[in-house]
């Protein structure tokens, strides 16, 4: 079974261009010309990925990429025409999981909703469960929560993310090396996408995230998790 993508953008020529370019990758794919059209499709019908031009009429990107976050962990792209760092993270900060710039090739937005599309990596290569502080998580369950029983919700990625940091406790992993594993596409190095991953994942995990206990920066070198 085909796996459904939103798209959502509001120049009706890039639309259709980027639905024809999608349905040829093999993806079933639901249009929306508003970040509120966008809502109420996905409340209806939610998709496997959401692709969001950042420049929206009404409501615009950034603020549909809140709205859905507040309700749901699905995979987002946003879709963006500026490299500027600013946006980018802004996009990310939203909640985005990835970002594409136009123009951009048919071939690597596919590539990068496949990726998104990946399950977090056999179980047996991660631990049946860790604890760390008053966390527990249990990658075979996608779940991490509190030992009181209350379930953190964590995006994909962030999940992915999480249990890689897990699998090899107290060692040293650079960006290049998280965005291998957790993105699994050649990213050429846009180490933001794991710096901005990493600040969401503390404001969840960390009593104090401007002073994190477990998820630690090794300046220079990368990120490590200290159960």
Not at 56 to 77: K, T, W, Y
Not at 218 to 225: A, I, P, S
């Amino acid at each position: 079974m085909s796996s459904r993508i939103l798209l959502v953008e509001d120049d009706e020529r890039i639309r259709s261009s980027m639905r024809l370019a999608l349905e040829d990758e093999g993806y079933e794919v639901e249009e929306a010309g508003s970040g509120e059209e966008a809502l109420d499709r996905f409340a209806d019908l939610p998709a496997d990925v959401v692709l969001i031009d950042l420049m929206l009429p009404g409501m615009d990107g950034f603020e549909c990429c809140r709205a859905l976050r507040r309700h749901s962990a699905v995979p987002i792209i946003m879709v963006t025409a500026r490299t500027d760092t600013h946006d980018v993270v802004a996009g990310l900060e939203a909640g985005a999981d990835d970002y594409v710039t136009k123009p951009f090739v048919a071939k690597e937005l596919g590539a990068r909703i496949r990726a998104l599309l990946r399950r977090v990596r056999p179980t047996d290569e991660v631990p049946t469960a860790i604890t760390f502080g008053d966390l527990e998580l249990i990658p075979e369950e996608g779940v991490l929560r509190h030992r009181d029983g209350r379930e953190i919700h964590c995006t994909k990625t962030e999940f992915r993310l999480l249990c890689e940091l897990a699998a090899t406790p107290n060692k040293v992993l650079s960006r290049e090396q998280l965005l291998d594993r957790v993105w699994g596409y050649d990213y050429f190095g846009d180490g933001r996408l794991v710096d901005v991953h990493i600040r969401r994942l503390r404001t969840k995990i960390e009593p104090d995230p401007a002073l994190p206990r477990h998820i630690l920066t090794v300046r220079g070198m990368g990120y490590k998790l200290v159960p």
